[in-house]
């Protein structure tokens, strides 16, 4: 069975746009990351690497993206992903019909939450640090998703906290805000203990 040629139509090009876009933008910030002037240090990565690691990879998602639009069978429909095509397949073998698909769920409230939760984050976390910050923001958007377990949401929101602040501060070098007053020596303390300068 031989498959259709290829055919850019304007839907398909409508599709890919932002994708181009997005990766052409991402392509510039990378030639300017990749222009950081700063004094190499031997043994640290430079404050351009990151950035270009992350550009690199958004341009690669933005190529994926064109890439599965272009050789869709029907471009008015997203190519369905692996795990999804492995499971219909698996059902038409077994003879089950595969599940429906849930409906999709629209609550702008939860959203303008989200985004107000987002907005007050930045605009706190100099004062509150990256530590005190980031784990009141976890908090409050897994309960503002709807699930009400304490422990559960207190584990995950300093647990992913504490995950983000190591690797930023060991791995990535990256300088995260103190805080001020009482949050700043909360900071201080969980610097001192992963022996962080």
């Not at 181009?20 to 030639?31: M, V």
């Not at 064109?66 to 008015?76: D, L, N, Q, S, T």
């Not at 107000?116 to 908090?139: I, Q, R």
């Amino acid at each position: 069975m031989q498959r259709a040629p290829l055919r850019l139509n304007a839907a398909r090009l409508k599709r890919m746009l932002p994708y181009a876009l997005l990766g052409a933008g991402a392509g510039y910030l990378y030639y300017v990351a990749a222009n950081i002037d700063y004094v190499r240090r031997a043994g640290t990565l430079g404050p351009d690497f990151w950035p270009r690691v992350i550009l690199l990879l958004l341009i690669a998602v933005c190529a994926v993206a064109m890439i599965r639009i272009a050789i869709a069978r029907e471009p008015g429909r997203d190519v369905a992903g692996v795990l999804e095509a492995i499971a219909a397949e698996t059902a038409r073998e077994h003879g089950a019909a595969p599940a429906p698909a849930p409906p999709a769920a629209n609550h702008p409230l939860i959203l303008a939450g989200g985004i107000a939760l987002t907005a007050l984050y930045v605009a706190t976390v100099a004062t509150l640090g990256f530590v005190t910050g980031s784990a009141a923001y976890l908090a409050a958007f897994i309960v503002l998703g709807g699930y009400r377990r304490p422990a559960v949401v207190a584990a995950v929101s300093l647990g992913g906290t504490l995950l983000l602040f190591f690797f930023f501060v060991k791995v990535v070098y990256v300088s995260l805000p103190l805080g001020t007053g009482p949050f700043q020596r909360v900071t201080l303390i969980l610097m001192s203990l992963l022996g962080v300068r």
